[in-house]
């Protein structure tokens, strides 16, 4: 391993949207940052020279790793890519994730498109997470962030929001909530912290297609807030946990919505 004398995030997803969102975080934070993407090498690119334009010192490090999550041997060769690239692993971001290629009613899902979505958004966070959970616990205490090592999923609103023309990428998000339950659960006792964060409507590529039919309902007070969520909003949640600013916490879900959880008359 290359020695490294910051902590150091692995946030997957992080070419652009939230992950580039939450890999400046880390960088603010001071971490390394090892930035994965399975295809946009010039996004991933672009996301390395915005973390360095925000790092603290010149020894802050930032590495690109590439990979889909849902293939095994691409999880283990990017795990191992950013340990050796950075010399250890402090914290991993599971965010990325993707919506149905095409938006069908749940009587007409196919089932290659629950696959895709499931084996992406669930499956693959679920056994990276098992990666770094075993090596955390092969170096107990070896944290070099206040409270130990932090785990985060980043989930969405539609954990617990029906969404039935994208039931998959809801059963998804659902499935990952209780991954973190899960983790926490295993982890709590081990020097790790575990977090859900779950973002509300966020201006990203992924909601670009339905921008016009969600300003519209965000105006009529979808949002209590009354704005689109941004990368930053929910890159300011991973900098506080990474701080340590929840010591007494775990399994805990931070909603990131601008309101939209709250029940109203």
Not at 174 to 203: D, K, S, Y
Request: hydrophobic share 40%; with cysteine.
């Amino acid at each position: 391993m290359t020695a490294n004398d910051h902590a150091v995030a692995l946030v997957t997803g992080a070419s652009r949207g939230l992950g580039r969102g939450i890999a400046q975080s880390c960088a603010r934070a001071g971490c390394s940052v090892a930035i994965h993407y399975q295809g946009n090498e010039t996004a991933a690119l672009e996301t390395k020279k915005l973390c360095e334009s925000l790092a603290l010192g010149t020894r802050q490090k930032f590495t690109l790793v590439r990979g889909n999550l849902a293939v095994s041997a691409d999880r283990l060769r990017l795990f191992e890519e950013t340990l050796s690239s950075l010399g250890r692993l402090d914290a991993l971001i599971n965010n990325a994730g993707m919506a149905p290629r095409v938006r069908a009613d749940i009587t007409e899902t196919p089932e290659e498109s629950y696959d895709e979505v499931m084996a992406v958004n669930l499956k693959g966070p679920y056994f990276l997470s098992q990666l770094a959970a075993r090596h955390w616990l092969k170096h107990p205490n070896g944290a070099r962030l206040p409270g130990g090592y932090k785990l985060v999923f980043v989930t969405s609103i539609s954990a617990d929001t029906a969404s039935i023309n994208r039931g998959e990428y809801c059963l998804s998000k659902a499935g990952l909530a209780m991954a973190c339950q899960l983790w926490a659960t295993r982890l709590a006792n081990e020097g790790a912290q575990v977090f859900e964060i779950r973002p509300g409507i966020m201006e990203t590529d992924m909601t670009a297609g339905v921008k016009e039919k969600y300003d519209r309902l965000i105006a009529e007070g979808l949002v209590p807030q009354k704005r689109w969520g941004h990368p930053e909003d929910v890159g300011r949640a991973v900098e506080a946990i990474l701080k340590g600013y929840f010591p007494f916490s775990t399994g805990e879900v931070i909603t990131v919505d601008g309101g939209f959880h709250l029940r109203r008359l």
